[in-house]
């Protein structure tokens, strides 16, 4: 088995000690957040009425009450999350909105090639979308439409975006060598393709705490430490959400839980949750600054199985993500699976490869959390009790994006509408589950380990790999 770049050009043990002596363990955009913007609000006591009931104040919720007031604004929408608004997945990601609504082309082409030329449409237009918000609603989430760069760092890797070039798509220009060295000065970088259009940058817990803050000013009553604790259909019509502490009643539900289980019995096996981990450099000065370029500030995602994600922020911090990417056996969710020193410490190490002028630099935050990861690697849709409730997740870390067309999908289904997005195959169709433990996690980790020496051999995946990829199970990124 071969090397990576990362394996033949570390970075001395005191740079990455140096880098991580200080670092917080928090997540910085929700340090960030100004204190106008994250009101403490109450947590539902008695019982509420409501025309819809939202489950859930990350993205994927919040979305669809501000949709939901949009079709009908005479509609009374409730809102409850377990803990505070956008404090999971949607607080924390990287803030990589994209245009692709299929986790890539790849995935998509592989699973609904005839549909691929409607979904890509669809995906533009609500990323466009959500650039447009900012001004139509008076929302500030620091959007910046920049594109995104994926670089080569070993030469197997320069074919295939010679080859992914050659495509002529609008939008992707080929950097050789020089030309991605002079957009964003790495060592490691071989080529690249910067796909101008289709991604934009933006601050995640801002954009969380902006849309709940738009959706209160239109009449949306949003309860927080509230945690949904079952979901009745009593006979007739209406549903009912239970909390820990009230109840609503409701004509119709929406599940926005992400990566938490589901009210549904049905979709308890559907997602898996994936740890991914997070760190944040301090301000770069200009000195540094000029040392990497990255002028353009472009996302970035590298080209490996095991990738690597990272981007510059308003205030010229870089935030740099990926590569581990931790299942822990029997599907749980818990406080002490986001500490990880090991994976920090390596991040830290791939960091100082990527931008070697930059030592000296410390990490100001460090932070983890899990992903819902679906069989697909992209969202599923459904509908259940009598079409009463809607819901939407799987959206395996690309949901930035993805979660407002989630909304108008799900709204879509509750009504009964027929369209161009209720009638795709990624909506109609239910993705495999994934298998009860313990076959879920040898599967996974069984997986990751073939992911990992595919890495190592060139990108050539093994016969557990092809197979996964006959079965419409396997995954590239």
């Known amino acids: 088995m071969g090397t990576t770049v990362f394996e033949r050009q570390r970075p001395a043990a005191s740079v990455i000690r140096h880098s991580l002596g200080d670092t917080r363990h928090s997540v910085f955009w929700r340090d960030d957040l100004p204190e106008s913007l994250a009101p403490d609000r109450p947590a539902l006591t008695g019982t509420q009425r409501a025309d819809l009931v939202v489950v859930g104040g990350g993205y994927t919720g919040l979305w669809t009450a501000l949709l939901a007031t949009e079709r009908d604004p005479g509609a009374r929408v409730i809102v409850i999350e377990a803990q505070r608004v956008g ?63 994926a670089p080569a760092t070993e030469p197997h890797q320069v074919e295939w975006l010679q080859e992914w070039a050659a495509e002529g798509e609008d939008g992707v220009v080929y950097l050789d060598q020089a030309e991605a060295r002079a957009s964003v000065n790495s060592p490691t970088y071989l080529a690249a393709v910067w796909e101008q259009r ?53 004509s119709r539900a ?15 096996l559907m997602t898996v949750p994936v740890y991914d981990y997070v760190l944040m450099t301090e301000p770069l000065s200009d000195d540094q600054l000029a040392s990497i370029g990255w002028q353009d500030r472009q996302g970035i995602g590298d080209l490996a199985n095991q990738f690597h994600y990272y981007r510059i922020s308003k205030d010229n911090r870089i935030l740099f993500g990926g590569y581990d990417a931790i299942y822990h056996y029997g599907r749980r969710v818990r406080p002490e699976y986001e500490n990880r020193p090991e994976t920090w410490e390596r991040l830290a190490s791939h960091f100082f490869t990527t931008f070697p002028q930059l030592d000296g630099l410390r990490f100001s935050h460090k932070w983890a959390g899990a992903i819902d990861t679906s069989t697909q690697f992209t969202a ?41 997005r209720t009638e795709l195959e990624m909506v109609r169709k239910r993705p ?21 020496r595919a890495d190592h051999n060139r990108g050539r995946r093994n016969v557990l790999l092809k197979t996964l990829d006959a079965l419409g199970l396997g995954f590239d990124s």
């Open 380 to 420: 599923f849709f459904g509908t259940a009790r009598d079409r009463r409730v809607a819901y939407a997740s799987g959206f395996t870390g690309l949901g930035v994006g993805s979660t407002r067309f989630a909304g108008e999908v799900m709204l879509d289904l509750l009504d009964g509408v027929s369209n161009e």
């Open 432 to 452: 495999l589950p994934f298998p009860p433990e313990p076959a879920a996690a040898l599967g996974i980790n069984a997986t990751r380990w073939s992911l990992d």
């Open 198 to 250: 289709t991604c934009g940058m933006l601050h995640p817990a801002r954009l969380a705490a902006e849309l709940a803050r738009v959706c209160e000013g239109r009449g949306v009553q949003i309860f927080e430490r509230s945690r949904a604790t079952g979901i009745e259909t009593p006979s007739g019509a209406g549903v009912t959400v239970v909390t820990d502490g009230g109840r609503v009643e409701a």
């Open 254 to 268: 929406v599940l926005g839980t992400n990566v938490f289980p589901s009210l549904l019995k049905r979709n308890r």
């Open 87 to 149: 404090w999971a997945a949607s607080g924390r990601n990287g803030g990589f909105c994209e245009a692709s609504l299929t986790h890539g082309p790849e995935n998509g082409t592989a699973r609904w090639p005839k549909e691929m030329p409607l979904l890509e449409r669809l995906g533009r237009e609500n990323l466009d979308a959500i650039e447009a918000s900012e001004a139509q609603h008076g929302m500030d989430f620091h959007f910046e439409r920049t594109g995104q760069l």
